[in-house]
């Protein structure tokens, strides 16, 4: 089993920046790509980004390329996504993922889920 504990969301101006943090735990996560989804009401689930323990690959939807940046720090066990230059169509909740052996956009590819934790992104 894999737990995985999302933090970091909260409320942000258009334009400004968050980060989350994804902390993992249990058997064998290393073995797994680390993604990040999102879901707003009404919509499916839909890919963000991921990026594996090992290496330097990084993988983003067209939707936040270069403005989110997906990070790990094996010494805590834990990935990152900083989000800049914020949009209202950010807003969602954000899940971290793992499970999967590659990066997939398709989330019944993953096993392990977080909780989720709330964007919003209001003026």
């Known amino acids: 089993q894999v737990q995985l504990v999302e933090s970091g969301g909260g409320l942000v101006l258009p334009g400004g920046s968050l980060r989350l943090s994804c902390a993992a735990s249990?058997?064998?996560?290393?073995?797994?790509?680390m993604s990040w989804f999102r879901q707003a009401p009404g919509k499916e689930r839909e890919f963000v980004a991921a990026?594996?323990?090992?290496?330097?690959?990084?993988y983003y939807s067209d939707s936040v390329q270069g403005r989110f940046t997906i990070s790990r720090d094996n010494a805590k066990n834990t990935m990152y996504l900083q989000m800049d230059s914020l949009k209202f169509e950010d807003t969602a909740v954000y899940f971290c993922?793992?499970?999967?052996?590659?990066?997939?956009?398709?989330?019944?590819?993953?096993?392990?889920w977080g909780q989720g934790t709330q964007v919003t992104v209001s003026s």
């Open positions: 990026i594996y323990w090992t290496g330097t690959s990084t």
């Open positions: 993922a793992t499970g999967a052996r590659v990066p997939n956009y398709r989330p019944r590819a993953y096993d392990y």
């Open positions: 249990g058997r064998s996560f290393r073995s797994y790509v």
